[in-house]
């Protein structure tokens, strides 16, 4: 891989760090370099350390490393906190005349570069472009045209007219040539263009993008952080296509607003983060139960209870996969990319649809903040299909009646899936409840039926096994001894660190999962391996408990969910012929 | 096809297991009514029902319907409405599930005025789960979990809804069978949230609001000198403790739905096959 080149710029909340980071981003993006950015940020509004990392080459980058070249340090906390990254020959960028930074001390071997950003500023037209001094500063020390930033800085400002965009200009210019003129230090970067085209977006955009493109219509959900910007993108954006964003008063609304639509026949979502799933359970079942088709989008933070809200970590696993009362069907999708993200919520969509079920979509902190560069065709619109699954119309619902004519939205099939009507549509006018229910949806608390359902439901699973695609994602060494397994966030850094081992003689082979439930079966690829290790964000090694689930020998059971408990001679009998059967291996 | 509809169209093949006797079934029975009469039929109509002996009401009619969690039927409305602006929305459920556990749905999806009929089928009690104090419930109402009564003011839902925004708040009188569903018709025809609530009186756990003190009690404001397009007039309603009303309390005439406010008109349940034709141009907002 090509020299890769690590900026950042760190202040306290509330100045400005996160627009001046995009807007340098977005400069080497349109530069033609791959960019791969990452915050560092505090819940709180004013105050509190933020920085935003930079990570750029010609080549694709798709994680972090610690080591920093250049930081803009806005105040002395910056160059504490990133101590560790910052090497010989690091640049540090500050403004000696704040307050704040008069006595700051750059470590001997590392390069000051002390410009007085706000007075460059306020001769360019305001103070409050300092930042954008700074950033003309960083241009030239990283010998990146300073024409680059221009259609960062219009795209940013354009909106506010002509003259801030001028004005922004030349306060990057002043930067730039102050640290021409007063320093002549040869500072060995040389961050080259190149004629490709990338976009540059997180991963709560491509969740929100990929909404849209399937169809999403409807989206209903509640503040929070990390999942706030799926919104955000949504908002104004989902109109263009004549859908609708409501900000609910709860989650518990949230969700509930989001069945309601579904049930009209939109294709809707909503997205938020553990504590808000937690408050959606109970209606998780409903939806279950009544076999709607619902995309629920949890983009986990650091848990339990509020945790830490602004950190990272992918501890609900369990929460996804046995969350709520009683036992229901419910899909679990993971991607492991910031692409990803945007195709697996198509795929969300049309899973939903073709299975009619809820589909947890979670994302975690870190893919959902950071930005990546793609090539425009990584989102190729032409490549999104829409599957709405056993849709019954005037013509053809007359095949799902019951013998007194009523329409069956729960039909007992060989492969789980029944038809579904839209409201409007002549004579399939029906009931779906969270009460266990017969074909037509009306309450029952027949035992056969209530068998009959649970199984109908469960079969979904069996038959979404059978014809879709559960793969993992596979790279690395495939005959390597040793497997590692992964999923999430935590792909790029796995993929870039395989590299790093290759070069060390260490050869591994890599599963990343894109899929929680179904998931594929790895047992094969572990009992093949000498050594496995699961990698993954939180304390527990939820999915590492799902792999070796998976991996152990089968066990016999004896089950019974009819509605009425165990009687002691059934139950003996019961136990005595599943042994008789012997326990299969 | 509405001339065809006869209101038992909304009745379904379930026989109610409401005890004989129960308001609930005037409260139906004139929901049913009010819908046909307003030419709707069961295909375009979609009922959400909440929790408790009164959101059974959803498996008793025949429409699109669905029977949801406790609280939480609003919401459900809610987007139900918002998907499918062609739709007629009827949302019903007790008190204890509007105004206890959804009270904060309630707040919002009045002030929200999403043009559609929140039927609530008010028996001062908790009747499913047998007999506990509700919000409405008055102070000194004896029950098994309020042994010297709640000790509590009752919730005062018409000025929760006035206070909120309200565009249409109504009360009737399940078995006063014709103002009932006049008032119900009137919910459904306001363009906006029409609010109804209803005394439906429990003959098994309250012996104190009873029909026979509804019928005594009442006070029909179309016999009073009641302006109900005066925000005034409705208050002095509202506020006033001595008296049971039924009729239209309040309705604002100019009240603008929220699909007009906000440009929702659109049948969402109609989407292309594959991504929508502009749908590059997502892509390029991120160069
Ligand atoms: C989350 C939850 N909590 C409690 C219940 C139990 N519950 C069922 S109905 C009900 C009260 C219903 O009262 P009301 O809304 O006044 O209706 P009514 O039965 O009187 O018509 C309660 C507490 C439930 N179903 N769900
Ligand atoms: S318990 Fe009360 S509210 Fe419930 S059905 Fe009987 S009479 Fe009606």
Redesign the pocket.
């Known amino acids: 891989m090509a020299a890769d080149f690590n900026w950042a710029v760190g202040g306290e909340a509330g100045d400005g760090i996160d627009s001046t980071g995009k807007i340098f981003a977005q400069a080497l993006s349109r530069a033609g370099r791959h960019v791969f950015t990452s915050k560092d940020f505090a819940s709180r509004i004013r105050g509190g350390y933020t920085a935003y990392k930079v990570r750029t080459s010609v080549d694709k980058v798709q994680s972090v490393v610690d080591r920093l070249d250049v930081l803009i340090a806005l105040t002395p906390r910056t160059i504490e906190e990133n101590l560790d990254e910052l090497h010989e020959g690091s640049v540090i960028i500050y403004d000696g005349e704040r307050t704040t930074m008069q006595d700051v001390e750059i470590p001997e071997e590392m390069i000051g570069l002390d410009v007085p950003l706000k007075s460059l500023a306020e001769e360019a037209g305001g103070a409050i472009m300092r930042n954008v001094v700074a950033l003309g500063a960083a241009c030239e020390v990283a010998e990146f045209p300073i024409e680059n930033l221009d259609s960062a800085l219009e795209k940013r400002f354009k909106d506010k007219g002509q003259k801030l965009v001028d004005n922004n200009k030349e306060a990057a210019r002043a930067g730039q040539s102050y640290v021409a003129d007063e320093y002549d230090h040869e500072f060995d970067y040389d961050l080259e263009t190149t004629d490709e085209d990338y976009v540059l977006l997180n991963g709560d955009e491509a969740i929100g993008m990929g909404a849209i493109a399937a169809g999403c219509r409807f989206y209903a959900g509640y503040p929070i952080t990390p999942a706030t910007d799926v919104m955000t993108y949504l908002t104004g954006r989902i109109e263009r296509y004549g859908g609708h964003v409501v900000q609910a008063e709860d989650e518990l609304s949230a969700i509930n607003m989001a069945l309601g639509a579904a049930r009209g026949g939109a294709r809707a979502m909503t997205a938020t983060s553990g504590p808000g799933i937690d408050l959606m359970t109970?209606t998780f079942g409903l939806i279950a139960t009544s076999e709607t088709p619902l995309v629920i989008c949890n983009v986990m933070r650091s848990g339990p209870s509020t945790g830490m809200p602004t950190k990272q970590e992918q501890g609900d696993l369990n929460q996804m996969l046995y969350g709520g009362h009683g036992e229901v069907p419910r899909f679990v999708l993971a991607p492991t990319t910031i692409d990803e993200c945007f195709w697996k919520t198509v795929e969300a969509f049309n899973l939903a649809e073709k299975y009619q079920l809820p589909v947890y979509l979670t994302a975690d902190l870190s893919m959902a903040v950071t930005e990546q560069t793609f090539s425009p065709e990584t989102f190729d619109m032409d490549e999104v299909e829409v599957d709405r699954g056993n849709v019954v119309d005037e013509t053809t619902i007359d095949d799902h009646m019951s013998e007194s004519g009523g329409f069956q939205p729960h039909e007992i099939t060989d492969d789980g899936i029944s038809p579904r009507a839209f409201p409007g549509t002549a004579d399939g006018a029906h009931m779906s409840t969270g009460l266990e229910h017969d074909e037509q949806g009306r309450r029952t608390e027949d035992t056969d039926m209530r068998v009959a359902q649970v199984d109908k439901r469960n079969r979904k699973v069996e038959t979404a096994r059978e014809r879709e695609d559960w793969s993992p994602r596979e790279f690395g060494d495939e005959d390597a001894d040793d497997l590692v397994i992964t999923w999430g966030s935590n792909e790029g850094a796995l993929a870039e660190a395989v590299e790093i081992l290759d070069e060390e003689g260490q050869d591994v082979r890599v599963l990343s999962v894109p899929y929680i439930f179904p998931r594929p079966d790895l047992s094969a690829d572990v009992e093949a391996a000498e050594t496995t290790v699961v990698v993954e964000c939180n304390e527990r090694g939820q999915f590492a408990d799902l792999v070796e689930h998976d991996v152990l020998e089968r066990v016999d059971r004896v089950n019974k969910y009819n509605g009425v408990r165990f009687k002691a001679d059934e139950l003996a009998a019961e136990i005595k012929s599943t042994l008789a059967e012997g326990v299969e291996a | 096809m509405s001339s065809e509809i006869r209101f038992t169209d909304f009745k379904s093949d379930k026989q109610p297991t409401w005890c004989p006797g129960c308001g609930d079934f005037g409260t139906m029975n004139g929901m049913m009514k009010a819908l046909a009469e307003t030419g709707n039929d069961p295909d375009n109509t979609f009922v959400v029902a909440?929790?408790?002996?009164?959101g059974k009401i959803g498996t008793y009619m025949h429409s699109y319907a669905l029977h949801g969690?406790?609280g939480r039927a609003l919401p459900v409305g809610t987007g139900v409405k918002m998907a499918r602006p062609d739709i007629e929305v009827m949302v019903a459920?007790?008190?204890?599930?509007g105004y206890s556990?959804g009270a904060g749905h309630f707040v919002h999806a009045v002030r929200r005025n999403v043009d559609m009929t929140y039927v609530v089928?008010d028996?001062r009690?908790?009747?499913?789960?047998k007999g506990q104090a509700?919000p409405t419930s008055r102070e000194d109402f004896e029950t098994s979990t309020s042994p010297e009564g709640p000790k509590q003011p009752p919730v005062n839902p018409h000025a929760l809804a006035l206070a909120s925004g309200a565009t249409f708040i109504a009360q009737s009188f399940s078995s006063d069978a014709l103002r009932h569903q006049e008032i119900i018709q009137e919910a459904i025809e306001h363009d906006g949230f029409g609010f109804v609530n209803v005394y439906s009186p429990?003959v098994t756990f309250n012996d104190v609001d009873t029909y026979d003190y509804f019928r005594d009690s009442l006070v029909d404001l179309k016999e009073e000198e009641h302006d109900p397009t005066s925000r005034e007039d409705a208050k002095d309603v509202i506020l006033d403790n001595e008296k049971e009303h039924q009729g239209v309390i309040y309705k604002d005439e100019s009240s603008v739905p929220y699909h007009e406010q906000h440009g929702v008109d659109e049948d969402m349940s109609v989407i292309p096959d594959g991504a929508p034709e502009s749908a590059t141009d997502l892509v390029r907002e991120f160069y």
Do not use: K
């Open positions: 109970e | 909440g929790i408790g002996c009164s969690v406790h459920g007790g008190d204890g599930d556990i089928m028996n009690i908790y009747g499913l789960t509700s429990c």
